[in-house]
């Protein structure tokens, strides 16, 4: 059996901070990190992060690629990679994910909350039960 594994890190300048765009497709299954470089990242950043914190990305969505065919001939790989730079930084499917991404972290977020929330209304309603106890002893 083998396994097909390809990863790219796209960096562009979104408006406000440069961000960094992991797209990793294995078996099948593309996944997308985003990650917030802040100020314009050097090469020597940009490889530093690759060699520490790669295997720590946390990848979302589990999309089928699109079709791309690697080209053998090096000179339609040089047009496909100028092309690749003459388009939008990020594709469809990566800005879809990473919406997913941000919706799920939301609304886990949420949930956890709501739980924390309903934890402390049960704690002070334990704690007012707790001493109207106390009162009714005479203590």
Known sequence: ??????????????????????????????????????????????????????EKLAFFGSEEPGESKLARNPKRRQREAAKALARPAVGAKAQRALSEQREAAKQSVASERSRRRAEEAEARFAQ????????????
């Open 1 to 54: 059996m083998q396994i097909s594994v390809s990863s790219t890190l796209t960096v562009y300048h979104d408006g406000q901070f440069w961000v960094g765009l992991v797209e990793h497709v294995e078996d099948g299954k593309m996944g997308v990190a985003r990650i917030v470089f802040g100020a314009e990242p050097s090469d020597e950043e940009v490889l530093q992060f690759v060699a520490r914190r790669w």
């Open 128 to 139: 007012r039960q707790e001493k109207r106890r106390q009162k009714h002893r005479g203590h």
